[in-house]
Every structure is written in C-alpha cells, then in structure tokens.
C-alpha cells in the first residue's frame, strides 16, 4: 500500500511543478516496497485480497504469482529510475516522462493485481498506451510517429484477442470458476489467447511491432518495456493456460513449442544482423521471450500426460527465464543508455575501445551480455540449462505416448541449441566492437565514466544477474511452486545447486568456486614469484603492416561467415534438393536412348530381328500365350 | 569401490591434464607415417610446451585486462571440463557435477572468451578465425543437442555417468537409434578436436585457419596454455566418444584397460581422416554437419515408432 501510495504521489509531484528529482528517488522508494511485498507473497505461501472471479466488479489481489511478477518489476524498475535521473537530466522533457513513468509502473503493477476481468483489461490497455505515449513525448518525429503507429496497430490488433479470450472466459465463469465446457470453446480460447499474448510478448510471426517500438524510447523506458512489459504479456497468457483455461488441450502445448522454437532462432537470427545496438536488444528480447514459451509449453505437455514434477521444473525454467533475461536486459538496456550518454549514437561499427574509458559500466556490460548469451556462470546459463533439460525431459516422458510431442520437443531443444549458439556469436560481437579494440571515432578515446547514479543501477543488475547465476538452487523450488492451479506443495528441496533426477546436477556455486581457483592457481603459476621476464609489447600482427583504424573490423564482417552458411544451407533444406538429380538423371538416361538412334537402316533392320527373336523366344517359354 | 572412485579420479587429473598432449602428438605422429614421413616423436608437444613455458609474453598494444585472462579462462575451462567428463563410468564427486549440458556451456565459454581476446587484439587474423569458430559452432550445437537427446533416450538421463553406463549394456548396439547417434558424436568430436575435414590444424595459412588464428598474437606461457587446451579438447572428445559409444566391460579395470587401447585407436582414425580427406570447404561444413543431424533424427525417428509400436 505504502509503495502504491508513493507511485501516486510520485506521478502528481512533477505534474505540481516540483522538483522531477524527488519525484524519481520516491518512485524508487514505492517500487522498492512494493517489490518487497510482492517477494514476501511469491515465496510465503498466504494470498493477499481477493481471488480471481468472474464478476464485473473491480477487485485486487495478490497470490504467488502475481507476487513474483511484482517482484521482477521491481528488479528492473528501481535501478531503471535511478538511472533514469542522471539519464534524464538533459531530456527536454524530464517531468513528464517522470509523471509517466510512474504511471506505467502503476498500470503494470495494476494488470498484476486485478482480480477481475474489467480491471485487468483496463490497465491491459493503459500498459499499451503508456509506452506510445512515452516515445512521442521524448521524439515525434515523422519516423518515429509511424513507428509507434505500427506499435499501436499491431497490438491492438492483439488486444482484440486477447478482449475476446478474456470476455468469453469471464462470460462463462471460468475466472476463478469452473473450467469451460466445451472443448471447442477451450481450444479457441487456447488460440485467442496465444495470439492476443503473444503479440504483445513478442512471439516471432507476431513481433513486427517489437524492434521498431523498444529501441525508439528513452533507455529507462526500454528497459521496463523489454525487461518488464513483455513479461507481464506472458503472465497474461500463463493465467489463461494454466489457470483459466486448465487443463490445456495437448495441441496447446505443441503449438508453444513450435511457435518457441521459431521465435529463439528466428529473433536471435535477425538480432545477429542488427547494425544499432538498441534494435539488437530488442531483437534478442523476441529470442528470450521464445525461450520463456519453449519452457512454457514443455510444462504444458508434460502435466498433460501426466508428470508433474517435470512440468513443475519446466515451469521454474520458465520463471528463471523469465528473471535472468529481465535483469539482464534491463542491465543492456541502462547500459545502452549509459553509452549512449557518451558516445552518442549506438551504431555498432562507430564505437569501440570503451572498456578503457568506462571500466564499471564495460564490466557491467560484459556481465549481462554474457548472460544473454546464456553462457556460464551467469543466470543466463542457468535459466537455458534448466529450459534445455525440461525439453529433453519431455522427449523422454512423452516419447511412449505422445511420440509427435517427443519428436516437436527434441527439435526445439534442437534449435533452442542452435539459438544458444548464434547468442554466443551476437554478445561476443556486441561485447567485442564496442567495448574492446580500438575506438572507430576519435573523440570516443577521450570519454569519461558516468556519474555514479549512472554506474550504480547498473552494477547491481550486474551482481543479481550473476547471483541467480550462482545460486538458482535457492530460487527453484520457489518458481516450481508459482504455477497457478496447482496445490502448492513444494517438490524440490531448496539448495545451493539444481540437483535434479535424471540430469548430472548443475552445482552451480561448485562449478563457479572451482572455476575461479583454478583461474587463480593459474594466474599465480603464470605471473606468479618465479615468472620470468615482463612480457613483450608488440603491435597486432597484420602482416607487417601498419594497423590502420579505418581497416578495424566492423560486425558485419565478423557476422559474415555465419551470414553465408545461412544462405548456402537454408535454400538446400528448403528445396530439398530433388529437381537437380533428378533432372542430371534425366539427362543421362537421354544420352543412351540416343546412342540406341543411330539413324541407320541396318540397326533399326536389326532391333526388328531382335524383338521378333525375343516375342517368339517368350511365346515358346509360355510367358506370352 | 571407494578406491575404484579414487582411482577413477587419479586418471581424470592425470589423464586429463598430463597425459593429453600425447593425443595430439599421436595423431602427428601416425599421420606422418602414414604419409611417408617419419614425423616428430609422440612425445613432441610436451617438449613444445616446455619451451613456450620459457619464452617471454607478448601483449600486443593496446590491449585491456580481457586479452590477458582469456588464456587463463580457457585453461581453467578445459580443466573444468576434464573435471565433468568421468573415465570408466566413475565420478569421484568432484562439486562440479557431471552433466552433459554443464559440459557444453562451459566449451562454449571457452571459445566465447577466444573470441573476445581476438576483438580485443583487433587482428583480422584472429578476428577471422574466432568468427568462423563461432559460425560453425552453431551447427555443431544443434547437432551435439540432437546426439544428446539420442542418446539420453536410451540413457534416461543427461548425466555422463548414467550415459556412459548405458553403452555397458550390449542391448544398445540393436537400437538403431545408438548408431545414429555414433555418426553425430564422431562428426562433434571432429568439430570439437579442429580436425580435418572442418579444420586444419598444421597451416598457419592465414586464409584456412580457423582455431589457429586467435592463438597468432600469444606467445610464451599464454601460448602454452592455450595449446595445453586444444590437446585437453582431444581428450574430452575422445575419452567422451569412448565412454559413450564403445561397448564397454563392466568392471572398472577392464575399462580402463580398454581406454588405453581405444585411445590411441582413435587417434590413429583421426590421423587417418586427416591423411584421406582435404580439408573442406568452409561454406560446406553446415552441410556436413546437417547430414549428421539429419540422421540423428532419423534414429529419433525410429526410436519413437520402436517406444510407440
């Protein structure tokens, strides 16, 4: 209540002409409090308020997972404000961002508590609105007018779904009621509201709005946009599919899996190619948010044939997911800001060399694009190890009943594989042309760290990411317990490391203690007591030659060779490749017919002779009679 | 049975960390026989790490602290991953655990972190390397994924132990699915090892290199880590290749004796793939990598029509 009430207050202050600064150190202190309450709920077990029902009548409350999601709010919106002040400071229209802000973190938190279905569509439509009305405050141009444009359109095309999806369950008292009877009635709303959800998520075929909308607001903004907004999108359509709609017909489970698979290749396919920094943030969001959707539907079909644990972890996978890439992409987010704040524009192939400059907010950088990447010892890895296992475990349990979800499964932990990789191939060229190297601009070589309000955000995004990367353990069996509709009981015992069955464990703070003693046993050996001469100074070997900065090399020639193994290989798996044989075999069964046409009246006299002998020869075997 | 851990534990330290060069110094060896030359003695790479041990370091200039730990982190990696991958079936409960995914995270760190020094150097050659290391890593990972599946399949679990104790059992070899699973294994260990036909470990042609060319700007101890890492990436590949897809004896003992046995059979195949094919084209490798997984599915395939039928 206290944190609401500070929101409140803080979307009047600036409004009164006072002071946008206070507004925003209050801001931070209303979501603190309310992040705090929301994590009491998430991992106690008692509810707060009302619970869902079908009525009209507005009501709020929180359960667990509600809680969760208030908690994840907090997470990116707290540091997000306090970067946000020095970020602010020399926007033209500092308060009524400020005033909005606020506004959009209340209508976020809002769709989070309702407890009803008119409610829930209202602050559904304010989370929408908000955020346009954010990008035109800081820039109307023309561009950006038909950006947001396209942004409105398309989600609203979404928002017609997802009215529907909601109004028939409300209609027929499956909020917090009885399910719905008719099964063609659950599928539709099944499809309602994967399409209506999805779109405002991200989901691949549905994200056109996505990597025009994000990178256009101010770096605060993107980072509860892409952090936070797209998440509460995915609530949404977990409370339908596993609540409202529950059980989901197996197909569900299928299509998010398909759907999944398409939006981690494909959103990181295109992140890879991005030449702006921003439009590669929000690209590599449709990736998590497909990978959110793998793990949502392995959960799916796994409580549809019957194995609860597993559809309990595949869910925490989910959550984890869903936690590691809103800290990490907050962190991107702020980072970019942070950057941007120096360097001015985020074209990758200008910047470069700025880990010298900028060591705190390099490393924080570093840190979250590691975890994008999905790479050790960050929450990253930690989330895609555990969505990685519920895929291959699906194959597992369902590969005796279901053997079409098994194969689906085993493709998507296929492609979840190859999305992991080309992330890797992404952070590195991210990490790599703009922090390390040298700068592409000569007035990057004099650039200066940002002010601590700029910095601190940062790096405690930075240690959170690495702390769930640590110690997931402790989060787990928390998340497994989130999945609405589901008793409550814990089924994991809380631990420093993922000791699963059927998997070799993931002792996460054993690998990250070993790691790093072997890094130091290793570094004593090499620079130790008896190490032997300083090393060497020696310019970069390029043949001899001179290095010359204009010569440095951009993303797009590090991207290049994964550019051409798409194109030589796509092409093939599409066409599959029949008409060239065939037709090679075609033309070589036509070289000998025409060496059977000599054009001479003797070997054609002859064929004659020939096919008499064998007519007769046949008619006295009897084969011809 | 607690000794049999203990000494399960001793061949994966000494194995792992001492004996590895001699893998990468078999398959120099026999290659050259095989070609008609006699070649460098087996035991050539140790004399190599010895003198690079000697040799000052070279820092190109400029360069930041991510150059100068990447050799560290890598060599802490693989030692990590020599850690992961048990010998005869056995983990000696060292707390990093043993999962295959674990395993699969932390080489990609390692090549992840190659490529990072390679940025930080702003070298083509490097750059060029990293890149093309990274660009097939991506089909080396969907296929490494479908082999896994593959094999869990059978297994039950991700877990290297219970992977490896399933190839105990002779039942294996009549499920298609296990041979589908050797080819996609033997093309990731190629991958994994850098060898011919994806790539060739002897040029230094800056045009065809691939892991050679992040390693150009070190030099001394750095360098011998590195190098130390490529012969610790063979035996992680070769022992896993072993563990999982060989019939294996069932006591510990016989196991090991028929690691030393297969170890060195398997270098002599690879020595052999080196001397019979050319290295490929860069563009082509997908393809080949795509073939195998498409018959990785194809045991998929049948594995779940034998569950379901």
Redo the contacts between chains.
């Keep these: 209540m206290v944190g609401v009430g500070a929101l409140a207050l803080s979307v009047l202050l600036p409004l009164a002409g006072k002071g946008w600064h206070r507004a925003l150190s209050l801001q931070t202190f209303g979501l603190l409090c309310l992040g705090a309450s929301g994590a009491a709920v998430a991992f106690g077990a008692r509810s707060f308020g009302a619970s869902f029902h079908s009525n009209y009548a507005p009501a709020i409350g929180v359960d667990r997972l509600s809680g969760f999601f208030l908690a994840l709010l907090a997470l990116v919106a707290a540091p997000a404000v306090v970067h946000a002040r020095a970020g602010l400071a020399r926007a033209p229209h500092a308060r009524a961002l400020t005033s909005l802000t606020a506004c959009f973190c209340l209508a976020l938190a809002g769709l989070l508590v309702a407890r009803d279905v008119t409610s829930f569509l209202a602050f559904w439509e304010l989370m929408t609105l908000l955020p346009a009305v954010m990008i035109l405050v800081g820039d109307h141009g023309p561009a950006a007018r038909g950006h947001v444009f396209t942004y409105l359109a398309v989600t609203h095309l979404g928002g017609v779904a997802v009215w529907t999806a909601l109004l028939v369950l409300a209609h027929h008292g499956a909020l917090g009621g009885a399910p719905l009877h008719s099964e063609l009635l659950r599928s539709l709303v099944a499809a309602l509201a994967i399409i209506g959800f999805g779109t405002k998520a991200g989901l691949m075929p549905l994200h056109s709005w996505l990597p025009r909308a994000h990178p256009l607001a101010p770096p605060h903004v993107s980072a509860l946009m892409s952090g936070v907004m797209v998440k509460v999108a995915l609530y949404g359509l977990i409370r339908v599919l596993f609540q409202w709609d529950a059980p989901a017909p197996l197909w569900v489970g299928i299509a998010l899996l398909m759907l999944g698979a398409f939006s981690a290749l494909g959103g990181i396919t295109f992140a890879v190619f991005q030449r702006e920094l921003k439009r590669l943030l929000a690209y590599c969001t449709v990736e998590n948010v497909g990978v959110v959707v793998l793990a949502l539907g392995a959960s799916l079909l796994m409580s549809a044939t019957g194995h609860p644990l597993w559809a309990a972890i595949a869910f925490a996978a989910a959550m984890l997911q869903t936690l590691a890439h809103a800290l990490a992409k907050g962190l991107m987010f702020l980072g970019a800001g942070s950057l941007a704040s120096v360097a001015g524009k985020l074209e990758l192939d200008s910047l470069g ?1 700025l ?2 400059r900028m060591p705190w907010t390099g490393a924080a950088v570093i840190i979250g694009a ?1 975890s994008l ?4 010892p960050m929450g990253g ?1 930690a989330s895609e ?1 555990l969505t ?2 519920s895929l ?1 475990h699906t ?2 349990q369902t ?3 279901e ?1 079409g979800a ?2 689906v499964s ?2 998507a ?6 999305a ?3 992330a ?2 992404t ?3 991210v ?3 703009v922090l ?3 700068p592409r601009r000569t007035e990057l070589a004099n650039v200066n760290e940002t002010p601590a309000t700029m910095r601190g955000p940062l790096m405690v995004l930075a240690a959170l990411c690495l702390l769930v990367g640590i110690l997931p353990g402790l989060l787990v069996p928390t998340l497994a317990r989130l999945r609405p509709a589901t008793a409550g009981t814990s089924v994991l015992h809380a631990g420093a ?1 993922l000791n699963l069955p ?6 996460t703070l ?2 990250a ?3 790093a003693a ?2 130091a ?3 004593f ?2 620079n130790g007591r008896a ?13 001899g030659q001179a ?1 010359e900065p204009t ?3 951009s993303v797009a ?6 550019r ?2 798409a194109q ?2 796509l092409p ?2 599409l066409e599959l490749q029949v008409q060239e044989p065939l037709a090679a075999l075609a033309l070589r069964g036509a070289g000998v017919m025409r060496r059977l046409q000599s054009g001479s009246l003797t070997t054609y006299l002859g064929y004659l002779l020939g096919l008499l002998a064998l007519l007769l020869a046949l008619v006295r075997l009897g084969l011809l009679s | 049975m607690s000794f049999t851990l203990t000494a399960a534990g001793a061949v994966q330290l000494l194995g792992g960390v001492c004996a590895a060069p001699l893998l990468p110094g078999m398959v120099q060896t026999i290659k050259a026989r095989l070609q008609g030359r006699p070649g460098p003695r087996i035991t050539q790479p140790y004399l190599e790490l010895r003198r690079l041990w ?9 360069h ?1 602290v ?1 150059y100068e ?1 990447v ?3 890598i ?3 693989l ?2 991953a020599v ?2 991958v048990p010998v005869g079936g056995l983990s000696p409960g ?9 395993l ?3 080489l ?2 390692s ?2 972190a190659l ?2 020094a ?8 490097g ?1 060029m390397g ?3 290391d ?2 097939i ?6 296929l ?3 082999t ?2 593959l094999l ?2 059978t297994a ?7 992977l490896s104790a399933a190839a105990t059992k002779a039942h294996v070899w009549d499920e298609p699915a296990h041979w589908a699973a050797a080819v996609g294994l033997l093309l990731v260990v190629l991958v994994e090892t850098g060898r011919q036909p994806i790539d060739n470990p002897d040029t230094h042609l ?1 045009l065809t290199m691939v892991h050679e060319g992040p390693l ?2 070190y030099s ?3 360098l011998a ?1 590195l190098q130390w890492a490529t012969a610790a990436r063979h035996w992680v590949a070769l022992v896993l290749a072993t563990e999982l897809l060989l019939p294996q004896p069932a006591a510990f003992w016989g196991r090991m004796l028929e690691l030393v046995v297969a170890l060195p059979l398997c270098c002599a195949a690879l020595a052999l793939v080196e001397t019979t094919q050319a290295k490929m084209r ?6 080949l990598l ?1 073939a195998g ?1 498409a018959i990785c ?1 194809l045991g ?2 049948s ?3 034998d ?2 039928g």
């Design positions: 060399g880990l010298r590691l990447a999905g790479l050790p890895f190890w990685l296992q291959v194959v597992l590969a005796g009943r053997p098994a194969l085993a493709l932990a296929t492609l979840l594989a190859a992991a990789a080309v890797a191939l952070f590195v060229a990490i790599g042309v390390l190297g040298t490391s059927g998997t070799g464990s993931l002792p054993g690998l203690a070993t790691l072997l890094v046993l290793l570094w050996a090499r190490a032997q001469r300083r090393p060497a100074a020696t310019p970069a070997w390029t043949c290095v010569l440095a090399w020639g590090f991207t290049e060779t994964l051409l193994m030589g290989l093939r798996l | 000697k040799k000052s370091r070279s820092n190109p200039s400029p930041t991510v730990s050799p560290i982190l060599a802490a990696l030692l990590l850690l992961i060292w707390p990093v655990g043993h999962d295959a995914l674990v699969v995270g932390s990609a760190l090549r992840c490529g990072l390679a940025w930080d150097t702003g070298g083509g050659f750059l990293a890149a093309r990274l660009a890593s991506v089909s080396a990972e969907a490494l994924m479908l896994l599946v869990a399949m039950g679990s991700t877990s290297l132990v219970a800056e150009l700007e001394g101890r750095d880590y860069l563009l082509r490798v997908p393809l795509g997984g599915l998929i395939v594995y779940l029509a569950a379901h």
